[in-house]
């Protein structure tokens, strides 16, 4: 999974508590990215960052923020947690090598809002 | 609204035919169009990608055709496995580093 890892990878949590989601790379990559992937939907793009403290919305960024205080940890808050956000959250970075924007997928993160 | 339009969403084939999977967008701006795999409990990992400026790529069993004007792409594999069965999306990006906008998938099953 080229160097990221997500913590957790399992959550289950209730209704209106805050969850913070925490991916880590040891790549250097520039770029990081939270997609959330729902069946039907395929992945979507929640916010992304382009540096440290650079990070913008994406399509789905209601109910989400995120921080980025190094260029290795890009954190996801969900500040009160409804069920509409229960999906699989996948962290991405990219590094625009030549150009070109490859984007490499953590392993996920399922969570369960109840 | 979904940019990038996939089909089908689900697909069988049998040991050594071959697997296509089609891909359309709208936005001339996307100069950038990746096919991930992915396996269930797994992240999406890169399989192939293509800039428009090329009409065809491939990697060994796997090919990607471009069709700019038809604002179409498409994903053959060849000589498809069993161990191919996987989800595929297909996704597009404009200038470099914005976000991927993903097809909504194309679950590939392979019989023996």
């Known amino acids: 999974d080229a160097g990221i890892t997500q913590s957790p990878r399992h959550k289950v949590t209730e209704t209106g508590t805050p969850v913070t989601l925490r991916c880590h790379q040891t790549?250097?990559?520039?770029?990081m990215y939270w997609y959330r992937q729902d069946p039907g939907h395929g992945l979507r793009l929640i916010h992304y960052s382009y540096g440290v403290k650079d990070t913008d919305k994406g399509e789905v960024s209601d109910g989400y923020s995120v921080s980025r205080s190094k260029t290795e940890d890009f954190l996801l808050t969900l500040e009160s947690a409804t069920s509409s956000q229960t999906s699989v959250y996948f962290c991405?970075?990219?590094?625009?090598?030549?150009?070109?924007?490859?984007?490499?997928f953590g392993p996920g993160t399922r969570l369960t809002v109840l | 609204q979904q940019q990038v339009k996939q089909s089908p969403q689900s697909l069988i084939v049998q040991k050594g035919g071959i697997s296509i999977i089609n891909c359309a967008y709208e936005?001339?701006?996307?100069?950038?169009f990746p096919w991930y795999q992915q396996f269930p409990g797994k992240g999406p990992a890169l399989l192939i990608a293509i800039r428009p400026d090329v009409s065809e790529k491939k990697e060994g069993r796997f090919t990607i055709s471009f069709n700019k004007s038809a604002k179409q792409f498409s994903l053959h594999i060849m000589d498809s496995q069993p161990g191919d069965s996987a989800t595929y999306f297909c996704a597009a990006s404009t200038r470099p580093g914005y976000a991927l906008n993903f097809g909504k998938g194309t679950s590939l099953l392979v019989t023996p």
């Open positions: 936005n001339t701006a996307f100069d950038y």
């Open positions: 991405a970075i990219s590094q625009l090598a030549g150009g070109n924007n490859e984007q490499f």
């Open positions: 790549e250097n990559h520039r770029y």
